[in-house]
T-cell receptor, first 111, second 118 residues
C-alpha cells in the first residue's frame, strides 16, 4: 500500500464546475504539498500546508492532521486547470526535505 | 519560472551508453533534490544535497547512478551503462529545507529531463 493515496485517479469536469481532489496518507508528516504538473513535465508548487486551510485565487487546500487527509478544491474550473495534481508529504522526523508523492490525479476540464 | 533550469530537456540514448544531466538553480538555495518519475507514477526521491554535501541517497540510486554538486550551486546526475528501465523523467528541485521560525520550506521544481533508453 502506498504511503500517499490520491483519489480520483482521473477526473473530467465541465468548465465552471467545483472540483475536489483528495489525498490520504499513512505516515506522520511535517508538511503536505499540492503540486501541479502540466504535459511536458514541469511541476509547480501550489501549496505547502501543515494545518488548516490555504487559499490562492480559485484554489483552496485543506488538511486534517488527525484524519491524515487533505483536499484540493478548484472553484469555477477552467480548461487551463487541466493538469495532473500531485499530493506529496514530508515525513515528520525523516530526512529534512525529501518528499513522498502520490500518483497524481489527472484533471481534464472541458469547455 | 521556478528559478530552476535543467539541461537537456530530452535525451534519447542507446542502452549501455552513459548520460549526464544538469540542474542549474538561478538563485541560491542550500538544498537540491533529484527525483525520478516514470509514466503514470508520482515522482520518487533519488538523492539530495545540502550545499555541496550529498546527505542522502535512495535505494533506487544504484551504483550506476552518481550525482555531484561540486560548488554547492549546480548539480549533475550521471547514469552509466543505461538500461531501458532508466527511461523516466528526471526532476530537480531546490529548497531551503527547515527554516527556524518558518518550518519546512517549499520546493521549487525544474522542468525535468526526459530520458528515453532504446
Amino acid at each position: 500500500k502506498n504511503e500517499v493515496e490520491q483519489s480520483p485517479q482521473n477526473l473530467t469536469a465541465q468548465e465552471g464546475e467545483f472540483i475536489t481532489i483528495n489525498c490520504s496518507y499513512s505516515v506522520g508528516i511535517s508538511a503536505l504539498h499540492w503540486l501541479q504538473q502540466h504535459p511536458g513535465g514541469g511541476i509547480v508548487s501550489l501549496f505547502m500546508l501543515s494545518s488548516g486551510k490555504k487559499k490562492h485565487g480559485r484554489l483552496i487546500a485543506t488538511i486534517n492532521i488527525q484524519e491524515k487527509h487533505s483536499s484540493l478544491h478548484i472553484t469555477a474550473s477552467h480548461p487551463r486547470d487541466s493538469a495532473v495534481y500531485i499530493c506529496a508529504v514530508m515525513v515528520y522526523g525523516g530526512s529534512q526535505g525529501n518528499l513522498i508523492f502520490g500518483k497524481g490525479t489527472k484533471l481534464s476540464v472541458k469547455p | 519560472d521556478t528559478g530552476v533550469s535543467q539541461d537537456p530537456r530530452h535525451k534519447i540514448t542507446k542502452r549501455g551508453q552513459n548520460v549526464t544531466f544538469r540542474c542549474d538553480p538561478i538563485s541560491e538555495h542550500n538544498r537540491l533534490y533529484w527525483y525520478r518519475q516514470t509514466l503514470g507514477q508520482g515522482p520518487e526521491f533519488l538523492t539530495y544535497f545540502q550545499n555541496e554535501a550529498q546527505l542522502e541517497k535512495s535505494r533506487l540510486l544504484s551504483d550506476r547512478f552518481s550525482a555531484e554538486r561540486p560548488k554547492g550551486s549546480f548539480s549533475t546526475l550521471e547514469i552509466q551503462r543505461t538500461e531501458q528501465g532508466d527511461s523516466a523523467m528526471y526532476l530537480c528541485a531546490i529548497g531551503m529545507g527547515y527554516l527556524p521560525g518558518r518550518g519546512t520550506d517549499t520546493q521549487y521544481f525544474g522542468p525535468g529531463t526526459r530520458l528515453t533508453v532504446l
